[in-house]
């Protein structure tokens, strides 16, 4: 696999925070990104994607964007709740063949 | 909206023995599925694409006789894990593509345990 999986890091942050996830991925060829929301013994959910060509998306309380140059991306989750506790993973996909290669995965805590 | 279906969800079995997985498109028609294993607190590990009526193209590192892939329909892609011993205990996931589309759908994961 191309994703090397080690133990999750871990944000912990007050409800009703903004919360900023961070990913780096490999590919500077890949040109469409997607972050997912992973619960226990669950499969990904997605949340939001982007395109290489934009380098901000919004949605309902999340944003990401996109930095090319630095190959990096971020999740914003705005007001955050108990239920976003879960692992947050950004995935590259490559158009051709729609592979998705996986980050690391981030595990959020929401406190209340 | 599109669902992919796995099943089992959960799955024990002995040293040795092989177990088959399904991964279903319930209401697409999916030319590629994807095969993934995640260990516990680590991420998701891309072991193979799937693509209707050809063979599957394995990731390195990943055994095409041990882990099995069979994509016989438009909807059904099996992983079959041979003579699994319990290192082979992990959470498996598919995802599919639906034809004519770019969006990529995830099943809810298979946990298979190795005793």
């Known amino acids: 696999g191309e994703s090397v999986g080690l133990h999750l890091p871990t944000l912990s942050v007050q409800e009703g925070d903004n919360s900023i996830i961070n990913c780096a991925y490999s590919n500077s060829a890949s040109d469409y990104f997607i972050w997912y929301k992973q619960e226990s013994g669950k499969g990904p959910q997605f949340i939001i994607d982007i395109r290489s060509n934009m380098d901000k998306r919004q949605g309902q309380r999340v944003t990401v964007l996109l930095n090319k140059t630095v190959k990096h991306l971020s999740l914003q989750i705005a007001a955050t709740q108990p239920g976003d506790s879960a692992v947050y993973f950004c995935a590259e996909i490559d158009t051709g063949g729609f592979k998705t290669i996986f980050g690391a995965g981030t595990r959020l805590f929401v406190k209340a | 909206g599109a669902v992919v279906s796995q099943h089992p969800s959960r799955v024990i079995c002995k040293s040795g023995t092989s177990v088959k997985i399904e991964c279903r498109s319930l209401d697409f028609q999916a030319t590629t599925m994807f095969w993934y294993r995640q260990f516990p607190k680590q991420s998701l590990m891309l072991m193979a694409t799937s693509n209707e009526g050809s063979k599957a193209t394995y990731e390195q590192g990943v055994e095409k006789d041990k882990f099995l892939i069979n994509h016989a329909s438009l909807t059904l892609s099996t992983l079959t894990v041979t003579s699994a011993h319990p290192e082979d205990s992990s959470f498996y996931i598919c995802?599919?593509?639906?034809?004519?589309?770019?969006?990529?759908?995830f099943g809810e994961g298979s946990w298979l345990t190795v005793v």
């Open positions: 995802s599919a593509r639906a034809f004519l589309g770019n969006t990529i759908y």
